[in-house]
């Protein structure tokens, strides 16, 4: 979910000024969003659920995420994506979440019921794929379109050859329900048409060329290219202009259901999706266990200094206002 966002930290003393203003005592400048300040799982979840040091740390505002600022040294620490090229760009280490404050957003294909019912086998297509998309696969893949500006098609279909997925046995599959079946045959497309949509950036669109070449493969004709963001290109699933769209569990959960406080397991969060979902005629499939989610990030050669979840990097923080 491109909403949520994430810090990464970066760790030359010259960085370790006061200043920049922002709400708390002098130590490492933090660049923020505005509404990382006042969100549940932004500044005060941090403070709350982890040490009170957060809640006093040296926060700048900036207009977008802090790449930049960090790269130019004007901020110590900045918002980026979980799954961003440059978490991989700038070999930057994610802190384990370990007490579980930021929501999961992994990702699962949903798929209007009435396509479902009509290709039951597409989830069982997909299963076995979606199942090794993890974070650290798709953020060296967006690191291939978004630094490397290799083309998307030519890096989904790489990864698909390189993990032998292209022609990956379909997934044995489950009774699942009369409104979102679960079968796995058939799954030969026989020349059906179908309609992936995605959100207009390279990891979306990464998502749907993967979906797009293996169905391709087992017979179906498939037509990736509509982009929208939210809450347009829902609305292009929920009338039917698309037949399938790769979805985050927490934009579903906490835009579009309205739940404040999604579940923390990633299993969970995709289950309270398709169980909401599915009286509309969304099914839910294909659940991968990418995460791309809020957190904080450091360089990899700084864990010894700042270790390696967020409660030992409030700590720092603590003994470093």
Not at 50 to 62: E, L, M, P, R
């Amino acid at each position: 979910m491109r909403g949520p966002l994430a810090l990464a930290v970066l760790t030359a003393v010259s960085l370790l000024l006061p200043g920049c203003g922002g709400g708390g005592s002098a130590g490492p400048v933090v660049c923020i969003m505005s509404e990382f300040r006042t969100r549940a799982d932004g500044v005060p979840g941090l403070a709350k659920t982890y040490n009170s040091a957060y809640g006093t740390a040296n926060y700048k505002d900036i207009g977008s995420t802090a790449e930049a600022g960090i790269a130019s040294g004007q901020c110590a620490a900045g918002e980026v994506f979980t799954t961003d090229s440059a978490v991989a760009a700038h070999d930057l280490y994610v802190l384990r979440d370990d007490k579980g404050l930021f929501p999961p957003d992994n990702v699962g294909l949903v798929v209007r019921s009435p396509v479902l019912q009509q290709h039951p086998g597409i989830a069982a297509i997909l299963a076995p794929v979606a199942a090794r998309i993890t974070t650290d696969e798709i953020t060296r893949m967006n690191r291939a379109v978004e630094v490397d500006k290799r083309a998307v098609a030519d890096v989904a279909r790489q990864w698909l050859t390189n993990n032998a997925l292209l022609d990956a046995a379909p997934s044995a599959g489950g009774a699942g329900t009369a409104r979102c079946p679960a079968g796995a045959a058939p799954v030969e497309g026989g020349g059906a048409q179908l309609k992936i949509g995605s959100k207009a950036f390279a990891e979306e669109e990464l998502l749907a060329a993967i979906a797009k070449l293996v169905l391709e493969r087992h017979g179906y004709q498939v037509d990736d290219s509509v982009h929208a963001a939210d809450p347009a290109i829902d609305r292009a699933l929920r009338d039917g202009t698309i037949d399938m769209l790769w979805q985050y569990t927490g934009t579903e959960l906490q835009e579009f259901l309205g739940v404040k406080h999604p579940p923390a397991d990633l299993g969970a969060a995709f289950e309270e999706a398709r169980s909401r979902d599915e009286a509309s005629g969304l099914c839910w499939t294909a659940p991968a266990p990418m995460n791309d989610t809020n957190g904080l990030a450091i360089r990899s050669a700084d864990r010894s200094r700042y270790g390696d979840t967020l409660s030992a990097f409030g700590e720092y923080l603590a003994g470093n206002h």
